[in-house]
């Protein structure tokens, strides 16, 4: 299994990656910036440095102020900016929690301009702290004595990456932009994209990153004399693959509707899951969904990939769902505590305007999602998308979901979507 699908799947593998050092040991100025006070926090842009595995993950954020003068941090990741506003302070601690995921920035003055402290995930099985250390001032993730011509890292690759077994590897499809030195894009897998990467080009060297709050991904790669990419990617505190690419304009990935299906014989799904509001249960017999479309979405809130999903469907069904359209969202958390696993889906609810049903469905297991539905052959990721007709038959189940961060696919992924709802709600 790859280091990716075991992050999907919730196996308690962190995420942080790098692939080379990000040169630093060069600072850039404090006062390239025009700063306000704010405690720690002052107003401005910043560059962060998460350290593991002996490597540097770099990554951008800005800090600024809202009505009543209090921070609001937002995480930068190429086109991304990620909102964190529940920051609170204690003593000379500030402790920045990062969105709906169970995971926070734990921080402290270091200095003018300068921070230290450590980014905390606690939904881990084991505990999980990774060095954290961010200059005011900063806007280039990866800094370089000298900046040498860039090579052409453009198009579309064909990818391999490769764990420690043979076994664990598996395609992928890298997409990238550059201008001049900059560099972004994003990989495609089988169970999800790798979400919003950034960095820069320098010489024949390729250095991407990305901290969502949840991942913190880097990247690296070296072009060879034959056009080919070779590199690395460090994910946490141990996950490690490397990966080697093609320039390949037709790179694709088998069809997302032909990884999971139904056992033989069996044609409907027959869940009862608790609400995450308490005292409800839902399941697809329940007279609300009878004679309509459904689409029950396998999610977790510890995933960015499903995050991205659940930003289109939460929007989607308040404009679609007078069509005779419903939504049920099966939540598989890292606890096994009923109560703090509906506790972390209601705040995904808040957090994303949810309007439909979300039940706590199971942990966060491949495994044991697939327990939890008997009716279907395999779960390979979280998340998984399964459409349900007029009948309460599966008519489609989709493995993975193309973010936004993918861009074309991104709207492919929307497009198929609906024509797919379009088709089942005009069958009679």
């Known amino acids: 299994m790859s280091v990716f699908q075991k992050l999907l799947l919730g196996v308690g593998i962190s995420l942080s990656m790098t692939a080379c050092n990000s040169g630093s040991g060069d600072r850039t100025p404090a006062d390239t910036a025009?700063?306000?006070?704010?405690?720690?926090?002052?107003?401005?842009?910043?560059?962060?440095?998460?350290?593991a595995q002996g490597q540097q993950i770099p990554f951008l954020f800005e800090v600024e102020q809202d009505s009543a003068n209090r921070p609001v941090v937002y995480l930068r990741n190429g086109e991304e900016r990620l909102k964190l506003d529940e920051i609170t302070t204690a003593g000379d601690s500030t402790t920045?929690?990062?969105?709906?995921?169970?995971?926070?920035?734990?921080?402290?003055?270091?200095?003018d301009g300068q921070l230290t402290g450590t980014w905390v995930k606690y939904d881990g099985k084991e505990p999980y702290r990774v060095p954290f250390t961010a200059q005011l001032g900063g806007q280039q993730l990866f800094l370089s004595k000298q900046q040498i011509d860039p090579a052409d890292f453009n198009g579309t690759w064909s990818v391999t990456f490769?764990?420690?077994?043979?076994?664990?590897?598996?395609?992928?499809?890298g997409v990238f932009k550059q201008k001049g030195h900059d560099v972004t894009g994003t990989f495609l897998t089988t169970t999800g994209d790798y979400r919003?990467?950034?960095?820069?080009?320098?010489?024949?060297?390729?250095?991407?990153?990305t901290f969502d709050g949840s991942h913190g991904f880097l990247f690296t790669a070296a072009k060879q004399a034959d056009g080919k990419l070779q590199g690395d990617f460090y994910a946490g505190k141990s996950g490690h693959e490397t990966w080697v690419a093609n320039l390949d304009p037709n790179a694709k990935l088998p069809n997302a509707d032909s990884l999971a299906g139904m056992k033989p014989g069996e044609k409907k799904l027959t869940f009862k899951f608790p609400s995450v509001l308490e005292g409800g249960s839902i399941s697809p017999s329940d007279p609300k969904y009878q004679g309509k479309v459904v689409v029950v979405q396998l999610l977790g809130s510890w995933c960015p990939n499903c995050m991205d999903e659940t930003n289109f469907l939460a929007p989607w069904y308040e404009k679609n769902k007078q069509r005779g359209v419903e939504i049920i969202g099966l939540g598989y958390e890292r606890t096994p505590d009923q109560k703090i696993a509906a506790e972390k889906l209601r705040k995904m609810k808040q957090r994303f305007n949810v309007g439909y049903d979300v039940a706590v469905a199971g942990v966060a297991d491949k495994d044991a999602a697939a327990k939890s539905l008997p009716q279907v052959e395999k779960v390979l990721a979280f998340p998984t998308t399964i459409f349900l007709d007029k009948k309460g038959e599966v008519r489609k189940i989709h493995t993975g979901f193309s973010g936004p961060g993918t861009g074309k696919y991104y709207d492919q992924e929307v497009a198929e979507f609906n024509k797919t709802i379009d088709q089942l709600l005009a069958e009679k």
């Open 196 to 209: 919003y990467l950034a960095g820069q080009a320098n010489g024949d060297t390729l250095r991407l990153s």
């Open 34 to 51: 025009t700063s306000k006070p704010t405690g720690p926090l002052r107003v401005g842009p910043w560059r962060g440095v998460l350290t």
């Open 96 to 111: 920045i929690r990062l969105g709906v995921f169970d995971a926070a920035l734990v921080v402290r003055p270091a200095g």
């Open 162 to 173: 490769r764990g420690e077994k043979p076994e664990d590897s598996y395609p992928a499809v």
